[in-house]
Each structure stands twice: as structure tokens, then as C-alpha cells.
């Protein structure tokens, strides 16, 4: 007997009720993108690997997942170099192409090679799959969508202002509660600085980072692993710890970093979106936390992360300001911002709480019996007029068994099931039921839209 097929590891199936649910949540985030003048691209799955490494950390360029070239990819690598099991090496000679990590990278090398044909500030979403070589665990994949958008070519902070609301639309239209974390990575880099770890300010980020996942302990451990001493360890802790409202961490902060020119700018740029905010009525909560550090290198500016309040899982969305991006791509001096939606995690939250309306994942709105030749040629006709009223309209393809045909429309789950037969095309009607309430009645095709509309 042939072995079971199976699928890799962090990858999913998604049946046509799992699908119905993931499209309402793209429709629901693009029709927000659309709301606030974002316009679609799309880019390749594949990527030049040159275009993605060093772009994420060192931790980043563990994740990327390499595609061997094509060919006798083995042609131009030596029997000593095999030998020699160096994989950094011969990996970069065995492969020239990488799955997208994220879509920020490739947006900015899209921006690049596209400059003459785009009007700046460019604001652009991308609603596409990513790839990442980590280890699967719940509410993690290795190949998960994300929906992103990005504003470049205006240093401006209302950009920011916008991104925050637009995250707060989406998860008010979602009804999911949640926390809107904000950081700025020169606060960060003025904490580095006032602890006298200046040139360590991404190997403190990388460990802080991960606060909330190991605890404040093992946080210490790995700054010290890293080589940070243990005095500027110590001066770390009252910092990252701060509590109170935004605005009493901001003027605890402001005497802090009091020394540091950097430091002062990320707090000044902090205060200004905090304070546009609070004049929007944003309906979550937006929080000023100091340990969010987004351990990617690109990050310059305002940082942001979301948090489900209702659900333990990992952050369901995340992004913020990265000035030198495209610099790497030989187009300095352009500033970016965006934010990423989670929209495998957003899935698993709305499932969670139960939170998709009916309307979202019922497919068919209509199901015709199947009786016979004449009376699936009357049931076209019918079926012509629903479908150009917008009504989900189907009709069995075979005259099978009633109760065949009713336990396919049942485990449809569809609300509507119509039966035609002599009597009905001699009299112009439709015999009705209502699954839900098990009401059978006679209509016309008039009174059958109605009934359904």
C-alpha cells in the first residue's frame, strides 16, 4: 500500500471553508489599505539572495530559505570543496536565489529599480505568502501570508499617525481587541548610549526583544553571553522596566536620556504620534513600551506591535520606520514606514473567538434539486436571473437520490434549497425551504430574490 502523502512541517492546507475565512480577512485589510490611499504590487516568490542577505540580522540570514540552482547546480564546486563541508560556502555557491523573508525588502528593491516610473511619497500594499526556515510551533509556519503597506519618500510623522489608525480600523472591523505597542529605535539607541553601550545597540535590541517570551532573567543572560558588562547591564534594568501611562514614562524618559542627543529625537518623535493619536479616537489601546525592540537591523524610527488581548498568541501585527533602507540598494536618503498584518495569526485569533460573520464563510446561497433533464433545463433559467441579482446559486449535476442531493446541500451549509417539478414549471413557481427553520413555501422568482436578499 502506498505511504500516506503528507506536507512539510510549519505548512498548511486550507479547506473551502478555511479559504472563505482567509479572504474575508485580506478583503478586510485591503479594503482599509484602499481606505487610506494605498495602491497594490505584487513581487516574485523568489528573490536574488544578494538582494536579501544582511537585511535581517544574523539571526534573519539563518531563516532564508535557499533555492539550489538549476542544473547541475554541482558543475563549478571542486571534489576538496564537498569535502570540506563548509555550508556557508558552498551554499553561496550552490545557490544564488532565496525565498522572500518578508515583503519589505522587496518592496525596496522594487522601489529602486521602478524610481522613474513612481510619484512620491509612494504608498503601496502587498498581500502575498513569505517564507522563513524557523522552527514550527502554534501560531508560527514556515510559509505564512503577510499584508503589508508602505509609505515612502516622506520623513513626515503623519504617516505614522495613519498606520496607527489604520491598525486600529482593521481590528475594531475584526471586533478584536488589542494592544498597539509603539517604540522608537532611537530611544533605544539613546538607552545604548547612556549605559555606554553605544556600538552594542543591536545586540541589546536582539535580547530585549525577547522579553515577554523568555522573562527578564534569561534577557540578562544573553546580554551578558553577548559581552555587555554587567554594570551597564544593571543601569539597563530600571530603564526597560518603566511603568506608569505614556505620557509619565515619556517625562521620566526625557530626564533619562537628557545626555543624548539621539535619545531626546526618539522621544520627541514618540510624544508627537502619541499625542496625534489621542485625538482620533483610537478605540485600542496604544501603549509606549520600551522593551518592544523589533530585533530587525532596518528599523530607525518609530516601531510598532500588536497584541490580541483576549487570545495567547504572538503578535498578530508589527512594523515601523526604516530611513536608510533602500540606501542598500544604491537609492539613499529615502525615508520608509509600514506596518505588517499577521493574517495566518489574525486566522487563528478570529477562529479563537469566533468572530468570522455567517455571511463569510457560507459559500452557495441557493441549492436546486436536481429532479430530471426538463426540470434542470427550467432550473437554469432561474438560476440565470439569481446569478445576475449577485446571488450564490448552484445546481446539482446529477438527478441522484433526494436525499443524497439534501445531505450535499446540509453539509454545504447552504441556508436556501429549491425543488422543481412538474407542478412548479407548470404554474411558474419554486417550491422553497428554509434549512435553518425547516419553512418549505411557494414562490416565484421574484418572491425567491426577495426571500434570499
Not at 514614562?249 to 535619545?263: F, P, R, V
Request: net charge negative.
Amino acid at each position: 500500500m502506498a505511504a500516506k502523502p503528507g506536507i512539510p512541517k510549519g505548512t498548511r492546507d486550507f479547506s473551502p471553508v478555511e479559504m472563505a475565512k482567509r479572504n474575508y480577512i485580506f478583503d478586510t485589510i485591503r479594503e482599509v489599505f484602499h481606505l487610506f490611499g494605498f495602491q497594490q504590487i505584487e513581487t516574485p516568490s523568489m528573490e536574488n539572495l544578494s538582494t536579501l542577505m544582511g537585511k535581517y540580522g544574523e539571526e534573519g540570514d539563518k531563516l532564508l530559505f535557499k533555492v539550489l540552482n538549476s542544473g547541475d547546480c554541482f558543475a563549478h564546486i571542486s571534489d576538496e570543496e564537498l569535502v570540506t563541508r563548509d555550508h556557508v560556502k558552498l551554499g553561496n555557491k550552490l545557490c544564488e536565489k532565496g525565498l522572500r523573508y518578508d515583503l519589505t525588502v522587496p518592496f525596496a528593491r522594487y522601489v529602486v529599480m521602478h524610481r522613474e516610473e513612481l510619484s512620491f511619497p509612494f504608498k503601496r500594499f502587498q498581500i502575498q505568502p513569505v517564507w522563513r526556515a524557523d522552527r514550527p510551533q502554534k501560531g508560527r509556519y514556515r510559509e505564512f501570508y503577510q499584508c503589508d503597506a508602505d509609505v515612502v519618500g516622506s520623513d513626515s510623522l503623519l504617516n505614522e499617525v495613519d498606520l496607527v489608525q489604520m491598525i486600529d480600523r482593521v481590528f475594531r472591523r475584526f471586533g478584536v481587541r488589542v494592544c498597539i505597542k509603539i517604540n522608537n529605535r532611537k530611544i533605544l539607541s539613546g538607552i545604548a548610549e547612556i549605559i555606554g553601550e553605544a556600538e552594542r545597540i543591536v545586540d541589546i535590541t536582539v535580547a530585549i526583544d525577547k522579553l515577554d517570551k523568555i522573562g527578564l532573567d534569561n534577557v540578562n543572560a544573553e546580554l551578558a553571553e553577548k559581552g555587555i558588562p554587567q554594570e551597564a547591564i544593571e543601569k539597563l534594568q530600571p530603564i526597560i522596566l518603566l511603568n506608569g501611562s505614556n505620557s509619565e514614562k515619556l517625562s521620566q524618559l526625557k530626564d533619562i536620556l537628557a545626555g543624548s542627543e539621539i535619545g531626546q529625537k526618539g522621544v520627541e518623535e514618540t510624544e508627537f504620534i502619541l499625542n496625534a493619536v489621542s485625538a482620533l479616537h483610537i478605540q485600542n489601546e496604544v501603549e509606549l513600551d520600551l522593551t518592544l525592540a523589533r530585533g530587525l537591523n532596518y528599523y530607525t524610527g518609530a516601531i510598532f506591535e500588536v497584541k490580541a488581548l483576549d487570545v495567547e498568541i504572538g503578535s498578530i501585527s508589527g512594523g515601523g520606520r526604516y530611513d536608510n533602507l533602500t540606501g542598500v540598494f544604491g537609492m539613499p536618503g529615502v525615508s520608509g514606514v509600514g506596518i505588517s498584518f499577521g493574517a495566518d495569526r489574525i486566522y487563528d485569533v478570529l477562529n479563537q473567538l469566533d468572530l468570522y460573520p455567517k455571511d463569510a464563510v457560507n459559500t452557495t446561497q441557493v441549492f436546486f434539486v436536481n429532479f430530471g433533464e426538463k426540470e434542470a433545463a427550467y432550473c437554469l433559467q432561474v438560476l440565470l436571473k439569481l446569478r445576475e441579482n449577485g446571488i450564490r446559486a448552484e445546481l446539482y449535476p446529477d438527478s441522484a437520490k433526494m436525499k443524497k442531493q439534501m445531505t450535499y446541500a446540509n453539509n454545504k451549509n447552504i441556508p436556501f434549497v429549491v425543488m422543481v417539478g412538474e407542478n412548479e414549471m407548470n404554474e411558474g413557481k419554486l417550491s422553497v425551504k428554509n434549512m435553518t427553520t425547516g419553512e418549505q413555501q411557494t414562490v416565484t422568482v421574484d418572491g425567491l430574490l426577495e426571500l434570499v436578499q
